[in-house]
DNA sequence: ACTGATAACTGGTCTGACCAAGGGAGGGCA
DNA sequence: TGCCCTCCCTTGGTCAGACCAGTTATCAGT
């Protein structure tokens, strides 16, 4: 008797599909990036191109990828369509800046429980690397590429949470808030000549529970460190 | 430069997979018939089975056809999942009864509609046969005998409509509905002995409208004869 | 440093073959 | 006669290798 519902006999183009989606879903590859050809796929699963092809038809049908013939294959950021919010974001416009930092408290914290939960070794390298560099910059760069340091830590914690929708909004939130969040920095500097005390110690902070895998303690940092630039922000708008 | 909306250099695979599309919407292939191999459509479109393959494929995840290893690929009824209504339709249910053929009453209307507008010559020729086979067969058989040739005289109307969601929703109907329609009939016939004068005549111009191509009187004419049958199952309840 | 040709990719399509599973026609059995 | 079982053909699933058509990175020449 057959049993549709727990069919254990799957194909093989559906063992391949499940595969490359678990592999995005779980971060391998990152929206936006170009995932493996075709060719080298088939050569990593042991199975024709044609198989691959098909597997990759259903995913980009499914929304996951999309493909460009001749260019590289890449994965979509998922959350891109329904992220149309108004984007008058020159940094002015402060209520924005302080909801936008809300939004960002809770998302930083998750991304960072699950960079201590689930970052390989390599990315806790490069992690690492990129935290000693954005320290060197601190010292006697421009603004712009202080912000800029501040973003890239930020994000290598998103994508090392092997998480897609976490990446995926955190890719668009960056992109689209990037002056709303570092108005803020912008703002502070200008105020204090450098970056206040807390930014430093936080980024120590955060950066520390993720190395030694600190799930609980990661996402309180991640998130104390957000709510501290929000705090920056009131504080700048209410003592001028 | 490239204009993505409306892309006039659409692949292969997009044009036999609409191509497809379009043909089982006009209802070529009857939900529940098999469609042709993959082989013969690969044939007659010129492509390669590779290219028909990533067609069908995409058609299967629009859940507009099924495939079955070693079987033949199926059109699906559109309507399967929709129609999940209880059927205690032993025929004894009035009320049920009453409603069915008020439902009825428009999707034949529309189908006969449909079918006088888009049937072709050898659908308008087999549904003459039909007809005919059914006046003999009126003379002089089982009630379940006339009940199956009226189904198949209206089934036929249905699936010259060449319209994907009349040609579903009637299989359905008629199938889970058999009883509750077919009531009406058997009670009829056990009443009056033989078909009421005003059956006969209906289904002469139903007939006659859908022959010569006349979709507004074939409308009416489904219409009015259903209505018709509605009214003898209401007299018979009201006067036992 | 910039530009333009070029070579090395990529995805899209084709061919022909084999395997595995369903389905129908026929023969054997009761 | 009627049922069941087997065999064979067709079907979908997979494979290998090839070619075409776009993209992209490289590198020589200005």
Chains 1, 2 share one sequence.
Not at 48 to 77: D, F, K, P, W, Y
Not at 179 to 185: C, D, E, H, P
Not at 224 to 236: A, D, F, G, S, V
Request: charged share 20%.
């Amino acid at each position: 008797m057959k049993n549709k519902v727990s069919d254990n006999a799957e194909s093989s183009v559906e063992r391949v599909a499940a595969d490359l989606r678990g592999a995005i879903a779980a971060g391998i590859y990152i929206p936006g990036q170009a995932i493996p050809s075709q060719r080298k796929l088939a050569g990593q699963w042991q199975v024709s191109r044609a198989t691959v092809r098909e597997a990759v038809l259903m995913l980009e049908l499914e929304g996951l990828i999309e493909t460009q013939h001749g260019g590289r294959s890449r994965c979509v950021n998922l959350m891109e369509p329904y992220l149309n919010l108004p984007l008058e974001t020159s940094g002015g416009n402060r209520e924005l800046q302080l909801q936008v930092l809300e939004a960002r408290a809770t998302l930083e914290a998750e991304a960072a429980f699950y960079a201590a939960t689930r970052a390989t070794d390599e990315q806790l390298q490069a992690l690492s690397s990129e935290y000693a560099r954005m320290q060197e910059r601190n010292a006697g760069e421009s603004t712009l590429a202080k912000a800029k340091a501040d973003l890239m830590f930020h994000m290598m914690i998103a994508e090392a949470s092997h998480h897609l929708l976490i990446i995926s909004f955190s890719q668009l939130f960056y992109n689209r808030y990037f002056n709303a969040i570092y108005g803020v920095l912008s703002q502070t500097l200008r105020r204090y000549g450098r970056y206040p005390e807390g930014i430093a110690q936080q980024h120590a902070r955060i950066h520390k529970a993720i190395q030694q895998r600190q799930p609980e303690v990661a996402r309180d940092a991640a998130r104390t460190h957000i709510l501290y630039t929000r705090q920056l922000l009131e504080r700048i708008e209410t003592c001028p």
